[in-house]
């Protein structure tokens, strides 16, 4: 079936550095997401993202926060400065259409120490 | 806000036995409702859903049929194997005429099924 791949599986940085995760949604999808979850818990909704614009965005998402898909490349989800609470398993999604089959990557591992 | 209760965090069965997995939901109108399939090192992979009071969603084995009395879409499968052995997840998307994708997860419910 169709595939969304995340890079890095694992990330580890320090406190307050800047990170970036990359995620390569299915070739054709329009909609794209982000959700995290931390260890134990349930996934949540982050945000989502269409046309090049935010279309909603949970209280997770905090102002640190911010995505961006240029150029038609990888979906990104930048996180800066990073704090401890943002340790979490993060995982993109896409879909063709706004109520259409969310297709989940493997997710990144993200580790702030 | 909308919410999931899966009731069960883990499931040990054996090849061959009926599977359960409790999931209530709590959302207002008719949210759409789903099954999600984890495997190890992957992410989770759409197994079916329902969007109306008694319909039956069903895929590779596994049924629920969504009950809006009950606020219930229990997953069940009559005969398990090892291969699915895996987390499962229920999820519900708002009926908002909005469309965005924003699912709400429950917690899961790890299914190991032994030979």
């Known amino acids: 079936g169709p595939k969304v791949l995340q890079i890095p599986s694992h990330q580890i940085i320090d406190m307050g550095q800047m990170v970036t995760l990359n995620c390569d949604p299915v070739?054709?999808?329009?909609?794209f997401y982000w959700y995290k979850q931390i260890l134990g818990q349930q996934m949540e909704f982050l945000v989502n993202f269409y046309n090049g614009k935010v279309m909603e965005k949970s209280k997770l998402f905090k102002d640190q926060f911010s995505v961006e898909r240029p150029d038609g490349s990888y979906f990104t989800l930048k996180i800066q400065p990073t704090a401890l609470e943002d340790s979490a398993v993060y995982f993109c999604a896409s879909s063709l259409a706004g109520g259409d089959t969310l297709y989940f990557g493997a997710g990144t591992r993200l580790s702030v120490l | 806000g909308d919410s999931v209760t899966q009731t069960e965090g883990q499931v040990a069965l054996s090849e061959e036995d009926f599977l359960t997995i409790h999931c209530n939901y709590s959302?207002?109108?008719?949210?759409?409702l789903f099954w999600y399939v984890q495997y190890p090192g992957e992410g989770p992979q759409f197994l079916f859903r329902a969007s109306r009071d008694k319909e039956k969603g069903s895929s590779r084995g596994f049924e629920a049929t969504y009950n809006k009395e009950a606020t219930s879409f229990h997953l069940q499968k009559a005969s398990v194997q090892e291969s699915d052995s895996a987390v499962y997840y229920c999820?519900?998307?708002?009926?908002?005429?909005?469309?965005?994708?924003?699912?709400?997860f429950g917690h899961g419910t790890i299914l190991r099924v032994h030979p």
């Open positions: 999820a519900l998307r708002p009926n908002t005429g909005a469309n965005t994708g924003k699912l709400t």
């Open positions: 070739s054709n999808h329009l909609y």
């Open positions: 959302a207002s109108g008719y949210p759409a």
